[in-house]
């Protein structure tokens, strides 16, 4: 995964406050809003508690509750800093509780998960139904978004709607399974579901070109469109569910492949926060434990990272602070502009939840220091 999502928000300065709450607005809930302002006033105190600046409290409560678009059960994610906005993003789960922290270094590995698995795919619902024939007189209808699952739940990707006469189905198809082609190879697509009615979803597909041909999985039914929700999101929950975008799972083959046969990798805190020192991440592996105990000491950038405090002095970096291994790791990656894998571990388990895979191998001799 590619974290240049985040780098707006690491170009400012902390300390930040990281909000995550569910602001839902579905059936379940008979008014939405003031359950979200409960929620935000028990995140408040924490923030409070913790020492956040009027300012920067504030500045979250502008922004809590603001996504009233959105439908359906969801989240959201608020970084602020010094009264300003720092980064605002739309969680397509609601979160698994409420959380607010305040802290030199943004909260952002819980937005990080939400944007995993990033599956490019490309989704297509046609509704048909007459006669089976191109003599018919029906209408065939199609609906197809490109997007990146999850996200598209709550940040619809692009939309594009046809209604063609059943006669002109079979022409109609070849000339609009180019037009899919484009918006697939723009997200660089690696599914293709296609729904709806049978005989006219069999033309479009044998009329796909072929690249696009061979990613293909066919469904049953067409699901109920939700407005501003991502078109088959039930039918994509199924799909999708406990799988990898083929790049982080081509990453991780590597990393185990270079394992297996003592090939540039690293494993463990230790190793992973000597490689982001140098620079040398191609990409870090994560095994993501939300309650993870693990600690790291920070600098005022990005490189500036040790596992003890006298490490990080010994490098003459003055201002140092304790903070989440996660945190310091995520900052690290975003300024070295290193990819991030989350593993679950049913298929790997990494040591102390962390592995690398390197650019090159390491130098034998000394090193420079952190940030440098």
């Given at each position: ?21 569910d ?24 923030l409070?508690?913790?020492?956040a ?14 996504d ?58 046609i509704r ?28 619809p ?6 209604e ?6 079979p ?28 005989w006219a979803?069999?033309?479009?597909v044998?009329?796909?070109p ?51 046969h ?15 020192q ?9 095994n ?31 201002d ?14 975003v ?35 952190p940030?440098?």
């Open positions: 995964m590619r974290l240049s999502f985040l780098e707006p928000l690491y170009k400012q300065s902390g300390p930040f406050a990281s909000v995550y709450l602001t839902s607005r579905d059936s379940a809930v008979a008014d939405p809003d003031a359950a979200v302002e409960l929620r935000w006033r028990h995140l408040r105190d924490a409070t508690s913790e020492g600046d009027r300012g920067t409290i504030a500045a979250v409560a502008d922004l809590v509750g603001s009233t678009e959105v439908p359906g059960t969801h989240g959201q994610a608020v970084f602020t800093a010094h009264g300003h906005v720092a980064l605002l993003d739309e969680l397509p789960v609601p979160p698994a509780r409420d959380t607010a922290h305040f802290g030199t270094l943004p909260d952002t590995m819980p937005l990080i998960a939400q944007h995993a698995p990033g599956i490019p795919y490309l989704a297509v619902r048909y139904g007459g006669r089976h024939s191109t003599d018919a007189s029906g209408t065939v209808r199609v609906d197809a978004e490109a997007g990146v699952w999850p996200l598209t739940k709550v940040a990707g692009h939309r594009l709607h046809e063609v006469p059943a006669g002109d189905w022409r109609a198809a070849r000339v609009i399974g180019r037009e899919l082609e484009g918006h697939a190879r723009r997200i660089d697509c690696e599914s293709v579901i296609v729904a709806g009615d049978a979803r069999g033309i479009l044998n009329r796909l072929a690249p696009l041909r061979g990613h293909v999985t066919m469904v049953e039914g067409t699901g109920d469109a939700v407005p501003g929700r991502a078109l088959l999101e039930q039918r994509l929950e199924s799909l999708f569910k406990g799988r990898m975008a083929a790049h982080d799972r081509h990453l991780l083959d590597v990393f185990l492949a270079q394992r297996a003592g090939a540039v990798t690293a494993e463990g805190l230790p190793a992973a926060v000597a490689a982001l140098r620079g040398q991440v191609k990409a870090l592996l994560l993501n434990h939300p309650e993870s105990p693990l600690r790291l000491w920070v600098g005022p950038e990005p490189g500036q990272l040790a596992v003890t405090e006298e490490e990080l002095r010994s490098y003459g970096v003055q140092v602070r304790r903070e989440r291994a996660d945190a310091a790791l995520t900052r690290a990656l300024g070295t502009r290193a990819e991030l894998v989350l593993v679950p571990e049913r298929e790997a388990r990494l040591h102390e939840g962390v592995g690398v895979l390197l650019r090159s191998p390491q130098p034998r001799d000394g090193r420079d220091a940030g440098t």
